[in-house]
């Protein structure tokens, strides 16, 4: 009786570390596009993009949409409607800053190439896709669908095949979205018995791991561009890498610590804002670059100061984007 009780409060109530989780993969791809070279930098890269997907995956309920046409509805006002006001956006920004990133007008109507951009299609397709596998799939047969997903998305990669709003990818995609989504209740009942010891010991082990694998890969996996890296590696360091920052999530909302709830709310504002991050921190970052280009500062000092103004400027978009013109992300009233 209890265990049925629990399963349904997990169904109803958002859980924290989740949440935070998906704040700490946009800031990941943040760090990816504006941090520094080096092994700690392509040990991230290895798996943030695969991790931003697996915690879609886990956010996504299947139940909540009866029908694909629900499903569809409700991604028109919320992925579709912002994706063209961005990219018209960030086009024309891009073309008056005249930056070494300078955007075809094919972009807009084909997909954006290296433009952070790229993901929010892919994301749409992957979850159209994962729908309808989770709709005639169960047990078994769904992983063996997602397998096999997975071996498509890899012949795409084989024959380096390319496509319009890059649906090679959204293959090799759904499969680290289908893996987040089938082990949703596996986390969330192991995250609630562990003790937070025991988290921390997974925590050292995955990073030790995923970071020795990614010294030992031949090549970075990069989801952008369906390049899967090192084949005998890349999955196990994006499946270790996103257990290590789950760990962390985790670790962050149970600690007692200021600083921890500090970092907790910060994390939960990132996620919840999340679209808005990932469509303007590329282009605001181009400007503050061919700004301080301009400057004699010292190239620590000049990063420095622009990854702060970096977040100053993505918090008054979000702000302004929420108070003011909350409809472009489908939303009904002001925050």
Request: glycine letters at 4%; proline letters at 2%; one cysteine or more.
């Amino acid at each position: 009786m209890t265990d049925n009780l629990n399963v349904k409060i997990l169904k109803t109530k958002r859980i924290e570390w989740i949440d935070v989780a998906k704040g700490i993969s946009i800031i990941l791809v943040v760090y990816g596009h504006t941090g520094f070279d080096g092994i700690f930098s392509d040990w991230l890269k290895s798996f943030r993009m695969p991790f931003f997907f697996i915690v879609s995956g886990i956010l996504f309920n299947y139940k909540k949409y009866p029908s694909i046409s629900d499903f569809l509805n409700r991604r028109k006002a919320t992925i579709l409607r912002p994706y063209i006001i961005f990219s018209v956006i960030v086009y024309l920004w891009l073309k008056l800053l005249n930056s070494t990133y300078s955007p075809n007008f094919s972009e807009i109507y084909s997909g954006w190439i290296s433009y952070a951009l790229w993901f929010i299609p892919v994301l749409l397709m992957s979850q159209i896709l994962y729908y309808y596998i989770r709709k005639y799939f169960n047990g078994f047969q769904l992983l063996i669908s997602l397998l096999i997903t997975g071996l498509i998305g890899f012949i795409f990669h084989y024959y380096n095949i390319h496509l319009w709003f890059k649906i090679e990818v959204v293959f090799t995609a759904c499969f680290y979205y289908g893996i987040g989504n089938i082990t949703k209740e596996i986390l969330i009942k192991a995250f609630n018995q562990l003790k937070l010891n025991t988290i921390f010991i997974i925590t050292i082990i995955t990073f030790i791991i995923s970071l020795f694998f990614t010294k030992r890969s031949s090549s970075i996996l990069d989801l952008c561009f369906n390049e899967l890296g090192d084949l005998r590696f890349s999955i196990i360091i994006a499946l270790l890498g996103t257990l290590f920052m789950i760990c962390i999530a985790k670790i962050l909302c149970d600690s007692k610590l200021y600083m921890s709830k500090f970092l907790v709310k910060c994390f939960l504002y990132a996620g919840k804002n999340s679209y808005i991050i990932l469509a303007f921190h590329q282009v605001i970052s181009l400007t503050l670059i061919a700004f301080f280009a301009k400057t004699n500062l010292m190239p620590i000092l000049s990063s420095t100061i622009r990854h702060v103004f970096l977040w100053f400027f993505l918090v008054l978009f979000i702000n302004g984007i929420n108070n003011y013109f909350p409809w472009i992300l489908g939303k009904n009233k002001q925050l």
